[in-house]
């Protein structure tokens, strides 16, 4: 059984322009006098005649922590106050208002077994030293970049195995000089404006999509990122998805160890070769172009698009994105998410790939729309998928979750020891280099 909860309303359509378009509520039903908006469960009803007259709190309910972390982010000019736990009630949840001055709760409940003395304090000094500039860590690092870290910075650290919420972040940050963090904390101008001595930004990753450039820009905080040290590991992953995908490697071994393989059989687990086969590269930066040269070895022939053309050490055909949809059977994406680039996989584009394509992103997940993605690998005209990265991380739609034809990874492409260490040293000396004032081995702003 469905409920809807009915509110008497001014003014239609302002209402209808927060539920739907700022909020992001579909229109259920319009009836004229009465719309009704729909998010997940949620049916709301808004009326201008005199029939309803409730008025009250509407909540929005989240299954994730992060999630209302970044409602918070997407819908914080109407919140009257930030994301907090609630330990009494076990809630973790942030207050709004509508354009009427209806109450909206976005909320999350906590599970039974969380830990809230856990919750209360995540945040550690490691290394007390006053005479070291303060640097807030927002997850530990692997041993040789924590070692770095405490050398040159007194270290702040979230010590617990979860992302800081906002909350925490906005306290952790008042007196730090830099800030270390993951491509998962979502840097914004709050954040900034939270941390008056701020000098550096220095994000754990290549991409820096997590940052706003321009309110960093314009408040004089430098960005820096870790590109190069990640190149050969991430291509190493983009690798491992293709030929578990093209071989079908994942199901075959759930099978096997289900008790399932009864013996050798001519048509058992058929997949996709990859000798004598087209990759197409996406991007033709660092790592598209590591990952193109690893499939030199296997004999395949390499296409790829990217603003213009390259001078590369193998042989790769420059063509346009029509030829490389159309014409790849591993198709592997290699681009930064930028406005340009957001949804550049959508429906046209993936109706143009081949039936037995197989669509790779090692990238960032909005790059590829899943809606799409999902609608293509369910009706099969295409083969297979291999994902690293989501686009509502880590959010992963469970209709994808329950597909066969898809290998789904954790944002794993750059975890071996030695690259995560690397990056973590690039990370620390960036910081230090801005501190110190001479130049970080890679600035962005
Ligand atoms: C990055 O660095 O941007 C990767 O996605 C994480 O290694």
């Given at each position: 059984m469905a409920g809807i909860i009915f509110f008497k309303t001014a003014d239609l359509k302002t209402i209808g322009d927060f539920y739907e378009h700022y909020l992001g509520m579909k229109l259920w039903l319009d009836q004229g006098k009465c719309r009704i908006y729909e998010h997940g469960n949620l049916r709301l009803g808004f009326c201008a005649a005199n029939q309803a007259d409730t008025n009250g709190t509407i909540t929005f309910y989240y299954s994730q922590m992060q999630d209302v972390d970044a409602a918070y982010d997407r819908f914080g000019d109407i919140a009257t106050d930030s994301p907090k736990l609630n330990p009494h009630f076990r809630i973790y949840h942030f207050w709004a208002k509508d354009p009427e001055g209806r109450n909206l709760e976005f909320q999350h409940f906590l599970a039974p077994d969380y830990d809230l003395t856990q919750t209360a304090k995540p945040l550690t000094i490691l290394n007390a030293d006053s005479a070291k500039p303060k640097l807030l860590l927002t997850m530990l690092l692997p041993d040789q970049a924590m070692q770095s870290l405490e050398q040159t910075f007194e270290v702040k650290a979230n010590t617990q195995d979860r992302q800081l919420m906002k909350s925490e972040l906005l306290a952790g940050i008042k007196d730090a000089q830099a800030l270390l963090c993951?491509?998962?904390?979502?840097?914004?101008a709050e954040v900034m404006d939270a941390?008056?001595?701020?000098?550096v930004i220095s994000n754990y990753a290549v991409g820096y999509n997590n940052i706003d450039l321009e309110a960093a820009k314009a408040r004089g905080i430098a960005v820096c990122n870790t590109p190069g040290v990640l190149t050969e590991s991430t291509a190493d992953l983009t690798w491992a998805l293709i030929m578990a995908t093209a071989r079908r490697v994942v199901e075959a071994d759930d099978f096997t160890r289900e008790g399932l393989f009864t013996g050798w059989k001519p048509q058992l687990f058929l997949g996709q070769d990859l000798h004598d086969h087209t990759l197409g590269i996406l991007g033709m930066g660092r790592i598209g172009q590591a990952v193109a040269r690893r499939a030199t070895g296997f004999g395949m022939k390499i296409l790829y698009s990217s603003r213009a053309p390259k001078d590369l050490p193998f042989e790769a055909e420059h063509v346009d994105l029509k030829r490389l949809l159309t014409e790849s059977d591993i198709l592997s994406l290699h681009l930064p998410l930028t406005p340009q680039t957001q949804h550049l996989i959508g429906r046209d584009e993936l109706s143009l790939m081949k039936a037995n394509a197989i669509l790779i992103n090692t990238a960032r997940g909005a790059i590829v729309d899943e809606t799409e993605l999902i609608r293509h690998l369910k009706e099969g005209r295409i083969f297979a998928a291999g994902f690293d990265v989501y686009e509502q991380e880590p959010l992963i739609p469970q209709e994808l979750l329950e597909l066969e034809n898809v290998v789904l990874l954790p944002?794993?492409?750059?975890?071996?020891i030695e690259t995560r260490n690397r990056m973590g040293l690039m990370a620390s000396e960036n910081a230090k280099a801005i501190l110190e004032g001479y130049s970080a081995p890679s600035r962005v702003v």
């Amino acid at each position: 059984m469905a409920g809807i909860i009915f509110f008497k309303t001014a003014d239609l359509k302002t209402i209808g322009d927060f539920y739907e378009h700022y909020l992001g509520m579909k229109l259920w039903l319009d009836q004229g006098k009465c719309r009704i908006y729909e998010h997940g469960n949620l049916r709301l009803g808004f009326c201008a005649a005199n029939q309803a007259d409730t008025n009250g709190t509407i909540t929005f309910y989240y299954s994730q922590m992060q999630d209302v972390d970044a409602a918070y982010d997407r819908f914080g000019d109407i919140a009257t106050d930030s994301p907090k736990l609630n330990p009494h009630f076990r809630i973790y949840h942030f207050w709004a208002k509508d354009p009427e001055g209806r109450n909206l709760e976005f909320q999350h409940f906590l599970a039974p077994d969380y830990d809230l003395t856990q919750t209360a304090k995540p945040l550690t000094i490691l290394n007390a030293d006053s005479a070291k500039p303060k640097l807030l860590l927002t997850m530990l690092l692997p041993d040789q970049a924590m070692q770095s870290l405490e050398q040159t910075f007194e270290v702040k650290a979230n010590t617990q195995d979860r992302q800081l919420m906002k909350s925490e972040l906005l306290a952790g940050i008042k007196d730090a000089q830099a800030l270390l963090c993951l491509l998962g904390d979502t840097i914004d101008a709050e954040v900034m404006d939270a941390a008056p001595k701020l000098k550096v930004i220095s994000n754990y990753a290549v991409g820096y999509n997590n940052i706003d450039l321009e309110a960093a820009k314009a408040r004089g905080i430098a960005v820096c990122n870790t590109p190069g040290v990640l190149t050969e590991s991430t291509a190493d992953l983009t690798w491992a998805l293709i030929m578990a995908t093209a071989r079908r490697v994942v199901e075959a071994d759930d099978f096997t160890r289900e008790g399932l393989f009864t013996g050798w059989k001519p048509q058992l687990f058929l997949g996709q070769d990859l000798h004598d086969h087209t990759l197409g590269i996406l991007g033709m930066g660092r790592i598209g172009q590591a990952v193109a040269r690893r499939a030199t070895g296997f004999g395949m022939k390499i296409l790829y698009s990217s603003r213009a053309p390259k001078d590369l050490p193998f042989e790769a055909e420059h063509v346009d994105l029509k030829r490389l949809l159309t014409e790849s059977d591993i198709l592997s994406l290699h681009l930064p998410l930028t406005p340009q680039t957001q949804h550049l996989i959508g429906r046209d584009e993936l109706s143009l790939m081949k039936a037995n394509a197989i669509l790779i992103n090692t990238a960032r997940g909005a790059i590829v729309d899943e809606t799409e993605l999902i609608r293509h690998l369910k009706e099969g005209r295409i083969f297979a998928a291999g994902f690293d990265v989501y686009e509502q991380e880590p959010l992963i739609p469970q209709e994808l979750l329950e597909l066969e034809n898809v290998v789904l990874l954790p944002h794993i492409g750059s975890a071996s020891i030695e690259t995560r260490n690397r990056m973590g040293l690039m990370a620390s000396e960036n910081a230090k280099a801005i501190l110190e004032g001479y130049s970080a081995p890679s600035r962005v702003v």
